[in-house]
């Protein structure tokens, strides 16, 4: 269960990478416009 775990967070690491860089080129698109 332990190594699941460890690869479910890594997972989620991963995800969040992703977010925070799609967060990032939305707000740049929105000062672009604004």
């Known amino acids: 269960m332990a190594w699941r775990l460890s690869d479910d967070m890594a ?3 991963r ?3 992703v ?3 799609r ?3 939305f707000r ?3 000062a672009r416009w604004a």
Do not use: E, N, S, T
Request: with cysteine; hydrophobic share 35%.
């Open 15 to 17: 995800r969040r990478r």
């Open 19 to 21: 977010v925070r860089a």
């Open 28 to 30: 740049l698109v929105r």
């Open 23 to 25: 967060c990032g080129r």
């Open 11 to 13: 997972g989620w690491r």
